[in-house]
C-alpha cells in the first residue's frame, strides 16, 4: 500500500499547471475543410429523396454539438467507426455496387476495402487505449488501498462485475442488436463504474457494506474517487483543454457516417464521381490518421499525470491565483478571521504558519465556521 501522508486529491489548478507542460498541436486545417465537404455531399443526396427516419437520426446526429465529456466523445468515435466498417462489408453494400462487374467497379471495391482497414485499425488503437486507461485508474486506486481482504473485496468485486457487463453485451448481440443498440448500453455501463468508483469513494452503494471495514483507507484516496469526475471537478480542465480538438473530429466521423449511409440508402446514385471518392479516401486518411495521432498523445498526457497531490503543491497553486498575498502577524492571546469564499463543499483550506519561539511555550489553534447560502452555519475546530 502506497503512503498517502501529507496527500491531497489533485486539483483542477495543478492539472492546468500540468497541463501547461502538455500542449497538443493543432489538427489539421484539413479536418474542416473535408469535415465540410462530406457533409455538403451527404446533403446533396437528399435533393430527390427525403431521408427516412432512420437517416433523420443521423443527420440530426451530424448536426449536433459534440458531447462535453472526452470519454463520451470516445465511446460516439467508436460507435461511428464501428458503423463505417459494418456498410464497408460486401454483404452490406448496396446491390448494385456487388454487381458491378467493370473496372471502374473493381477500383471502387479496392478503396472501399483499403478505407475499412483504415476504420479497423484506428477501432482497434480506440479499444486498447480505453482499456488501457480504464485498468489504469482501477491500479492507481488500488495502489492506495490497504493490501488484504479489503483491495481483495474490491477487485473481486470489480472482475465480477465487468463479467456481468460482458455477458449482457454478448446477450445483446446474439438476440439481434444493432451497432446503436450496443453502444447505447456500452455508455450506460460506463457510467454504472462511474457510479461504482462514487460509491466507494463515499462507502456506499454495492459498498455499503464494506464501510465498517474501510479503517485504514486514505481519507484523501476516498476523496479523489469521489470527486474525480464531477460536472466542475479536476477533469473538467481536461475537457476544457483537450475537448475541442476531439470534438471536431467526432463531428467529422459522424459526417462520413451520414454520406456512406445515405449514399447506400440510394441505390440510383450509387456511380461515384471520382472527386467524390477522392474526398471520401483523403476524409478517412485524415481522420484516422488526427485520431490516432490525439489518443496517442492523451494516452500519454494520462499515464504521467498524477492523481494525488502534496498539501504544499496544491496550496502553493492556490495562493498563486490569488492577486495579492497578505502576511500577518498575530499576537499571542490575540484572533485573526479571514473570510473566504469556496467553489464547493470538500474544498481544502491550507495555512501557512509559523510561531515565534521565546521563552514560553508557543501554539496556535484553529476553527473554521462555515455559512451556506441559507446563513445556516456550521462550527468545526
Not at 167 to 193: C, F, H, P, T
Not at 250 to 260: D, N, P
Not at 317 to 331: H, M, Q, R, Y
Request: charge should be negative; aromatic fraction near 10%; proline fraction near 4%.
Amino acid at each position: 500500500m502506497a503512503s498517502t501522508e501529507g496527500l491531497v486529491p489533485i486539483t483542477r489548478a495543478f492539472l492546468a499547471s500540468y497541463y501547461d507542460k502538455y500542449p497538443f498541436s493543432p489538427l489539421s486545417d484539413d479536418v474542416s475543410r473535408l469535415s465540410d465537404q462530406i457533409y455538403t455531399m451527404a446533403t446533396d443526396l437528399l435533393n430527390d429523396s427525403p431521408p427516412s427516419q432512420e437517416e433523420s437520426l443521423l443527420i440530426q446526429e451530424a448536426e449536433s454539438e459534440a458531447p462535453h465529456k472526452v470519454d463520451e466523445n470516445m465511446w460516439k468515435n467508436r460507435e461511428q467507426i464501428e458503423e463505417i466498417i459494418y456498410l464497408f462489408e460486401v454483404p452490406h453494400w448496396p446491390r448494385a455496387l456487388q454487381n458491378q462487374s467493370t473496372d471502374e467497379g473493381a477500383e471502387l471495391t479496392s478503396v472501399l476495402g483499403r478505407l475499412q482497414e483504415k476504420f479497423k485499425t484506428t477501432l482497434k488503437t480506440l479499444e486498447n487505449f480505453q482499456a488501457k486507461n480504464s485498468e489504469f485508474i482501477f491500479n492507481t486506486v488500488m495502489t492506495y488501498m490497504p493490501q488484504d481482504f479489503r483491495g481483495t473485496i474490491i477487485r473481486q468485486q470489480k472482475e465480477r462485475s465487468e463479467r456481468n457487463k460482458q455477458a449482457v453485451v454478448d446477450a445483446l448481440i446474439s438476440s439481434g442488436g444493432s451497432i446503436r443498440d450496443k453502444y447505447a448500453l456500452l455508455w450506460n455501463q460506463q457510467m454504472e463504474r462511474r457510479r461504482q468508483l462514487a460509491d466507494l469513494g463515499s462507502a456506499t452503494g454495492v459498498y455499503k457494506t464494506l464501510v465498517k471495514y474501510l479503517v485504514g483507507v486514505p481519507e484523501a484516496l476516498l476523496d479523489f474517487i469521489r470527486q474525480l469526475n464531477d460536472d466542475q471537478g479536476p477533469m473538467e480542465e481536461q475537457r476544457q483543454r483537450y475537448g475541442p480538438p476531439l470534438y471536431s473530429l467526432t463531428k467529422m466521423v459522424h459526417s462520413i457516417r451520414l454520406f456512406i449511409s445515405l449514399l447506400w440508402g440510394r441505390p440510383e446514385t450509387i456511380k461515384l464521381q471520382k472527386h467524390h471518392i477522392s474526398i471520401l479516401e483523403e476524409a478517412t486518411d485524415v481522420y484516422t490518421s488526427e485520431l490516432e495521432r490525439f489518443i496517442k498523445f492523451i494516452g500519454e498526457v494520462f499515464s504521467n499525470s498524477p492523481f494525488l497531490i502534496s498539501a504544499e503543491d496544491a496550496g502553493a497553486l492556490a495562493s498563486g491565483n490569488n492577486d495579492v498575498f497578505k502576511e500577518i502577524s498575530v499576537l499571542a492571546g490575540k484572533t485573526h478571521e479571514v473570510s473566504l469564499t469556496v467553489e464547493s463543499l470538500n474544498s481544502y483550506i491550507a495555512w501557512d504558519f509559523s510561531l515565534v519561539q521565546g521563552k514560553m511555550n508557543m501554539d496556535i489553534g484553529f476553527s473554521v465556521e462555515c455559512t451556506d447560502p441559507s446563513g445556516n452555519k456550521t462550527v468545526s475546530s
